[in-house]
């Protein structure tokens, strides 16, 4: 198959693995696809991931979609200010951090003296764009299932809570888990569930010290 939009090459991958059935987090080909992918969007945003062989995107492949977009937006700008001002963009780090995307970068200068105006308000304006189009890809995330992809209404996303760890799945990602691997506990609509079983609040409130 001749993909038209490298933009719509995950998305159409994404989909045809949904009609197959075959989107889980328990499938290898899904786990190697999101490898390969991280692996071709840092060699094509070189600037921006300086030079790694991945991407290193610390998050499930449900979030892939937005990352890839957002990864050629931030080395667009960087052919446009890198070569001529000596301006970039950065990735520094790229997880999911309660149940949400989170995407961090630097702006860096390497002029070598003093700055002169045009490159300070350079500099300053990549920090501006960088920093709404990261934000624009973290609010893209948000309502979005972090393992499938699946957007999902918030009265039926728990965020489920895994020994601590908070993440943002669709309530089938959240009931699936791998043999010998106890069901997640998640929240969802005030109540907390272990698997599809509701049980008491895990957050006790402490009692009053007495006098």
């Given at each position: 198959?001749?993909?038209?939009?490298?933009?719509?090459?995950?998305?159409?991958?994404?989909?045809?693995?949904?009609?197959?059935?075959?989107?889980?987090?328990?499938?290898?080909?899904?786990?190697?696809?999101?490898?390969?992918?991280?692996?071709r969007?840092?060699?094509?945003?070189?600037?921006?991931?300086?030079?790694?062989?991945?991407?290193?995107?610390?998050?499930?492949?449900?979030?892939?979609?937005?990352?890839?977009?957002?990864?050629?937006?931030?080395?667009?700008?960087?052919?446009?200010?890198?070569d001529?001002?000596?301006?970039?963009?950065?990735?520094a780090?790229?997880?999911?951090k309660?149940?949400?995307?989170?995407?961090?970068f630097d702006?860096?200068?390497?002029?070598?003296?003093?700055?002169?105006?045009?490159?300070?308000?350079?500099?300053?304006?990549?920090?501006?764009?960088?920093?709404e189009?990261?934000?624009?890809?973290?609010?893209?995330?948000?309502?979005?299932?972090?393992?499938?992809?699946?957007?999902?209404?918030?009265?039926?996303?728990?965020?489920?809570?895994?020994?601590?760890?908070?993440?943002?799945?669709?309530?089938?990602?959240?009931?699936?888990?791998?043999?010998?691997?106890?069901?997640?506990?998640?929240?969802?609509?005030g109540?907390?569930?272990?698997?599809?079983?509701?049980?008491?609040?895990?957050?006790?409130?402490?009692?009053?010290?007495?006098?």
């Amino acid at each position: 198959m001749m993909w038209l939009r490298q933009s719509t090459r995950w998305t159409l991958f994404k989909v045809s693995m949904l009609v197959q059935g075959e989107i889980t987090t328990r499938n290898g080909s899904m786990k190697e696809k999101y490898a390969e992918l991280q692996m071709r969007v840092a060699k094509e945003c070189c600037v921006l991931y300086d030079g790694a062989e991945s991407a290193c995107w610390a998050c499930g492949p449900g979030w892939a979609g937005p990352l890839e977009k957002l990864s050629y937006k931030l080395e667009a700008l960087n052919i446009q200010l890198h070569d001529r001002w000596n301006v970039r963009v950065v990735a520094a780090q790229i997880k999911e951090k309660f149940g949400m995307l989170r995407f961090y970068f630097d702006c860096l200068a390497d002029w070598g003296g003093e700055p002169t105006r045009e490159q300070v308000v350079l500099l300053r304006y990549a920090e501006c764009v960088a920093a709404e189009c990261v934000w624009k890809a973290e609010e893209e995330c948000y309502g979005v299932c972090e393992e499938c992809g699946i957007s999902i209404g918030t009265d039926e996303s728990p965020r489920c809570c895994t020994l601590g760890w908070y993440r943002y799945l669709c309530r089938g990602c959240a009931l699936r888990h791998e043999e010998g691997v106890p069901p997640a506990r998640y929240e969802m609509n005030g109540k907390y569930y272990e698997g599809d079983k509701e049980i008491p609040s895990p957050f006790k409130s402490k009692s009053k010290r007495g006098k």
